[in-house]
């Protein structure tokens, strides 16, 4: 699987400057087969039944999406079932009795290896074609299982961003920076400058999980990353302690986040964002992914490149890894196979399926027939484009693990992160218990 | 006087015993087959999961591993501690703030206001009073009530100092504990000039009044100085009073001699600037005193590891005192008034009444009140799982709530979540058997 | 109330009959008045959170992410009926309304009658081993429903129940029962054995003794309990989510961002909720009125 990541993402980038070209051909290509295809697809019927997790306005924009598939399809009916956060109990509740929905949206592929392996899952082989066409090697093999195609990455959010408050920075005389030397000297300034540096938002698990595999992933490399993620490599591994250490000198420093050690603790998400550009600011910098603008527009009065701008992750190491992009993605599981189910899944590998979603902003996606054109922001293209370019593309190594170590609130990864930055000083402690969390989970099976 | 007995047979014949029976079972019929089916038969397949592995509707045989886990690892300990606090404090206090009220209710005339007002945290959804009260509980007094009415209070009396937070800018400058004094370090002699320079001051925190740093003159006879914001965008140099840099006024300045006792102190000019003049000829050190960085109250951590058990039980008592009062008062006012008026003109003060006829007669009505408060604690998942953040979701932990994640949260170990729920169940046989007991003694 | 006044004119028992009224009413104010002023500081701290809410619901989310919602009071030109707007104009809501009121109203409705047929049976009827299944039934009060979910998924999928409001109702129902048969039988034992006894010697039916006399003097207890009731099933979530039924709770579920406070769409909803439930108790309160069962003592 790693060799595939990295020649994949070489093709990615070869293939990107063909990228207008291909975005146009790609949409005459479907609009060419809908129109010969047009008498087969009024001839599919049925229904489909399809928990997600997307709610409010992102639910909307999907909707434009089962609109687009509607035009070439109007004999099928969709039933989106917005669930939020809430999706786990209710997709292992139907499972378990017995009747799940037709399709499901999973962003975790630790979770959807285990449904694999229960046997739960149908695989989407018959979409294989259209798949490959659109999306590179790395993309395809993020959703194949046990050797068999089980998996569409709808949609993708680039996790190595960094986000800063453009007065802030401006106030203490900092460029945004590229290396991680001059992270810690912008660091050093924006403490001095009275702002701290770094919104963290420990509340939520998995903010701490991103920050420490961005950092392994761009001081050691894709490859390395891959070990861990699998487990080839243990987590007291000294690789894993030099980024421990590492990823103290930002949480270290109590005084240098916003609400220092205990606010970190509190902090949440969505709080870490409104730390950062509310005014006056409590700190300077939040490490998150794309979705990090949808929440300053709704929470904030911070307006883009006056009062917000973005910046790829700073590099570590030089390397394969230097780049390296960590993406979160939505995986698109079916339960059912169906005539209906199968012409929904292949329109979704479509690019206008994701054209559809892409016009609202707040999307990137694997797929790279994706008309730029169509992207609303320069920050929506700079997202997409950074996903295609990236030299190498690896999952969101919690999302990959076993769910109880690495999707649980409270315990796992998650958990053992807040312990960390309780106390960062403990590196050695905290690796032997992220081992012994591991060991268990992988022993279970699960 | 006690409280009535449950119904004796009748001395009239048999038919009435057997239609007795049959009225029984017509009248039972329909609350049992709807327990039966939904509560019964679900409690059996809970039992029966508890005893098979983790995944699918049955899966495999696992016989008691499920429960050694449980009793091994240490997912329960702290749910186990935590309910055990919810139980002792919750029931009591919510049974007897429902009682006092609904009592003292009976003495005002604007009843249905003050019912209203207690009763509507009951009428607002759990996860609405979860985001409600996790806001109210913010640590920043700026945006969390509870904290901001804490501050008001302690601001009386602790005045905040200047600056609400400063580090040296040069190691130079010493600060021996948070909060305390920083002293320069090298010594001062009469006519020398003492630059403290300050970092890590916000721009919206140096005082309006300040001015452009300014570097005074040294004088003879006189020890002077500059207490300025060291800092300029791009860092500037380090110790240095530079262009671009603002003076600190307000901030109390001591000068102490050898030994370390205060001789003379000064307060700062709008460019920083303050001077200690007919200073005799020694050695001396120049401080910034303590009281200048008094931290104004940054509030408490209700939603940190040591009081979020406390915050949640404030809001859950908040919730349902309204319950306790509205079915007391439903008690009161079935009440025979006639019992009441008797042992009042018997000459019983107010609180003899209430003690020995009304608390009596209520018991019944107290009983279920307590019960079901005991049961619903020991239940308690809502309210938990919308207040308490993420990171100490663990420290709040309760049962219901470590079985869910068991269950459904990601472990998606149903054999073990089935094993916390039997563990549960067992829990509650205690406050069974105690309301067995009082039965028993209300029908002898 | 009268009795800390009266020992003292006695004496002079005709004269002061005026300076006696007046004597007494400050007695009896004084004695009142502590119990005024300490329910009014209660009732205006119980009041904050909830007031609180209110003011969260009328302000701007972007106004909320620097200062905390008093702020309204000294700006009061911040307020905003926007995000009522937003809520309102939405026409999912029309239709979760109208789900939750028959969920609601259907469940409450049969829980009180079931609830107060087995309430009277364990009251004042015998049977064989009634003590002990009126246990088992206050022993299941302390059953999670989540527990419930799975189970009742398989059997609802057998039997096409998913989906369906009944399914909802009788599953609240269940869940309802034991608290309800716990509080009713309770009181119905408080009923003074006598009135029954001599409703069944003048050749009375179980049924119309029930109907005619139980009802009538259990209607406090009924009251609240339906209170409770009709307010637990219209806040639930979690049930109506895992069967597939849009109420309120669910729909505004779905209306919440991902990422991003969704404060301004959580206020407001939990607003607008909470004046059904609200109308209900003031509806039922009255209800709870003195002297019901001393009347039909005599």
Redesign the interface.
């Known amino acids: 699987m790693k060799k595939h990541h990295v020649i994949g993402a070489a093709i990615v980038a070869m293939v990107l400057p063909l990228v207008l070209i291909g975005a146009a051909a790609g949409r005459s290509a479907t609009s060419g087969a809908a129109a010969s295809g047009s008498a087969r697809a009024a001839g599919v019927s049925g229904t489909v039944t399809f928990d997600g997790v997307w709610t409010g306005s992102e639910a909307a924009s999907f909707g434009k999406v089962i609109k687009a598939f509607n035009k070439v399809y109007p004999n099928v009916k969709i039933k989106y079932n917005p669930l939020g956060n809430n999706v786990s109990t209710v997709l292992s509740t139907s499972i378990a009795g017995g009747h799940p929905p037709d399709m499901a949206d999973i962003a975790q592929p630790g979770y959807v290896k285990q449904l694999v392996q229960q046997g739960h899952l149908k695989p989407i082989t018959y979409a294989s074609g259209v798949i490959g066409a659109n999306f590179s090697q790395g993309w395809k093999s993020l959703g194949t299982f046990s050797g068999k195609l089980y998996a569409l990455v709808f949609k993708a959010s680039n996790k190595s961003l960094l986000w800063y408050n453009v007065p802030a920075f401006k106030a203490a005389g900092v460029k945004p920076p590229k290396t991680w030397a001059q992270l810690t000297a912008a660091a050093h300034n924006l403490l001095a400058s009275g702002t701290p540096a770094f919104s963290i938002g420990g509340a939520d698990g998995w903010t701490l999980t991103d920050l420490f595999e961005n950092i392994y992933l761009r001081t050691f490399g894709p490859a390395t990353y891959q070990r861990l993620t699998t487990h080839d490599i243990k987590w007291t591994d000294p690789t894993v302690i030099t980024a421990l250490k590492e990823m103290a000198t930002i949480i270290g420093t109590s005084s240098n986040m916003a609400g220092g050690t205990s606010g970190a603790l509190q902090y949440g998400f969505n709080d870490s964002v409104t730390n950062a550009f509310g005014s006056p600011p409590k700190a300077a910098m939040v490490f998150e992914g794309d979705f990090v603008s949808g929440v300053i527009q709704s929470s904030t009065k911070s307006k883009a490149g006056s009062g917000y701008e973005v910046t790829p992750f700073p590099t570590i190491k030089p390397g394969p890894g230097a780049t390296g992009v960590e993406v979160g993605g939505d995986l698109f599981v079916t339960f059912n196979d169906t005539p209906a189910v199968e012409a929904f899944v292949k329109f979704l590998a479509t690019p206008a399926a994701a054209n559809a979603w892409a016009a609202d902003g707040g999307f990137a996606s694997g797929n790279h027939n994706v008309n730029l054109a169509v992207f609303p922001t320069a920050i929506d293209k700079a997202n997409q484009v950074a996903m295609g370019q990236a030299k190498s593309v690896v999952f969101d190594m919690s999302d990959e693990q076993p769910a109880s170590f690495g999707a649980t609130t409270g315990q796992g990864e998650w958990g053992i992160f807040q312990t960390f930055l309780k106390n960062p000083a403990n590196v050695n402690g905290i690796a032997q218990q992220l081992e012994k969390a591991a060991t268990a989970a992988y022993k279970k099976g699960k | 006087m006690e409280p009535p007995l449950a119904a004796a047979p009748p001395e009239s014949g048999e038919g009435r015993n057997w239609g007795r029976y049959v009225a029984g079972a017509v009248f039972l019929a329909p609350a049992l087959f709807v327990l039966g089916v939904w509560v019964v038969y679900p409690v059996v397949y809970t039992v029966l999961r508890s005893f098979f592995g983790q995944s699918g509707y049955l899966g495999t045989w696992v016989g008691l591993d499920n429960y050694k886990r449980l009793f091994t690892t240490s997912t329960l300990e702290t749910a186990i501690k935590n309910n055990a606090i919810w139980v002792a404090v919750v029931p009591a206090f919510v049974t007897s703030i429902g009682l006092l009220f609904a009592v003292l209710l009976e003495k005002i005339r604007w009843k249905v206001a003050f019912k209203t007002v207690v009763f509507l945290p009951m009428a607002i959804s759990a996860f609405a009073t979860g985001v409600t009260w996790r806001i109210m509980y913010q640590q920043d007094p700026n945006l969390g009530a509870v904290n901001a009415l804490t501050r008001s209070v302690k601001d009386v009396f602790n005045q905040p100092g200047v600056l609400s937070q400063a580090f040296p800018s040069t190691s130079g400058l010493q600060q021996a504990s948070p909060g305390g004094a920083m002293v320069l370090q090298r010594p001062l002699a009469t006519g020398s000039v003492a630059l403290l320079g300050l970092t890590g001051i916000a721009p919206a925190d140096v005082p309006k009044t300040a001015v452009q740093a300014v570097q005074p003159p040294s004088k003879p006879g006189t020890i002077v100085g500059t207490v300025w914001r060291d800092f300029k965008p791009g860092g500037g140099k380090v110790g240095v009073v530079e262009k671009g840099e603002l003076g600190l006024p307000g901030v109390t300045v001591e000068l102490r001699s050898a030994a370390g006792k205060t001789v003379q102190s000064t307060t700062s000019q709008p460019d920083g600037s303050f001077a200690f003049s007919g200073v005799s000829p020694g050695s001396y050190r120049a401080a910034i005193g303590a009281q200048t960085f008094a931290k104004p109250f940054a509030g408490y951590a209700w939603l940190g590891p040591k009081l979020i058990t406390p915050a949640l039980l404030i809001a859950y008592i908040w919730i349902w005192a309204g319950f306790s009062m509205v079915v007391v008062a439903a008690g009161l006012a079935a009440m025979p008034r006639d019992v009441l008026e008797a042992a009042r003109t018997d000459g019983a003060s107010e609180w003899q009444v209430f003690r020995r006829v009304t608390v009596p007669l209520l018991a019944p009505v107290l009983i279920v009140v307590l019960v079901t408060m005991v049961i619903n604690v020991l239940k308690v998942f809502d309210l938990v799982i919308a207040l308490a953040p993420e990171s100490t979701q663990q420290n709040a932990n309760v049962i219901a709530l470590a079985m869910w994640r068991t269950a459904f949260g990601g472990v998606n170990d149903f054999g073990t979540g089935s094993a916390i729920a039997v563990f549960l169940f067992v829990l509650v046989i205690p406050v069974l058997m105690l309301n067995i007991r009082r039965f028993r003694t209300e029908n002898k | 109330?009268t009795?800390v006044a009266a020992p003292a004119p006695a004496a002079a028992a005709e004269v002061p009959k005026v300076q006696e009224s007046v004597a007494a009413k400050i007695m009896r104010w004084l004695a009142?008045a502590p119990?005024?002023i300490?329910?009014i500081v209660?009732?205006l701290l119980?009041?904050?959170?909830?007031i609180?809410?209110f003011a969260?619901s009328i302000l701007p989310?972007?106004q909320?992410?620097?200062?905390?919602?008093?702020q309204i009071f000294s700006k009061p030109s911040l307020a905003t009926w926007s995000n009522y707007h937003a809520l309102l104009h939405n026409h999912g809501m029309v239709n979760a309304f109208k789900t939750t009121a028959y969920i609601a109203v259907g469940n409450t409705l049969?829980v009180v009658?079931?609830?107060a047929?087995?309430g009277?049976?364990f009251?004042?009827?015998?049977?064989?081993g009634?003590?002990w299944?009126?246990?088992g039934?206050?022993?299941?009060?302390?059953?999670?429903l989540?527990?419930?979910?799975?189970?009742?998924?398989?059997?609802?999928?057998t039997f096409s129940l998913?989906g369906t409001v009944w399914g909802i109702v009788?599953?609240h129902?269940?869940?309802g029962?034991?608290?309800a048969?716990?509080?009713l039988r309770?009181?119905f034992?408080?009923?003074?054995?006598d009135i029954?006894?001599s409703a069944?010697i003048d050749g009375a039916?179980?049924?119309l003794i029930?109907v005619k006399l139980i009802l009538p003097?259990?209607l406090?207890?009924i009251?609240?309990l339906a209170?409770?009731q009709f307010?637990w099933t219209w806040?639930d979530?979690?049930v109506s989510?895992?069967f597939?039924v849009q109420p309120i709770?669910v729909w505004i579920?779905?209306?919440?961002?991902?990422?991003?406070?969704?404060?301004d769409?959580?206020?407001p909803?939990?607003f607008i909720?909470?004046l059904i439930?609200?109308a209900v108790?003031?509806a039922f309160?009255r209800y709870?009125?003195?002297?019901?069962?001393?009347g039909s003592?005599k």
């Open positions: 109330m009795s009142k119990v005024q300490l329910l209660i009732g119980w009041l904050v959170p909830t609180g809410l969260t989310a972007q909320l992410a620097s200062k905390g919602w008093w049969l009658v079931f609830g047929m087995a009277y049976a009251a004042w009827l015998e049977f064989p009634r003590d299944i009126f246990i039934v206050i022993g299941l009060l302390v059953v999670p989540q527990m419930a979910l799975i189970p009742m998924f398989r059997l609802y999928d998913y009788l599953f129902t269940a869940f029962l034991p608290f048969i716990f509080l309770n009181f034992t408080g009923i003074p054995k029954l006894e069944r039916n179980e049924f029930f003097l259990g406090p207890a009251a609240s209170i409770f307010l806040n979530l979690i989510l895992t597939g709770t579920f779905g209306q919440l961002r991902e990422f991003g406070t969704s404060i769409v959580i206020a909803a939990a909720s909470l439930p609200l108790f003031f309160q709870f009125v003195q002297g019901l069962l001393a003592v």
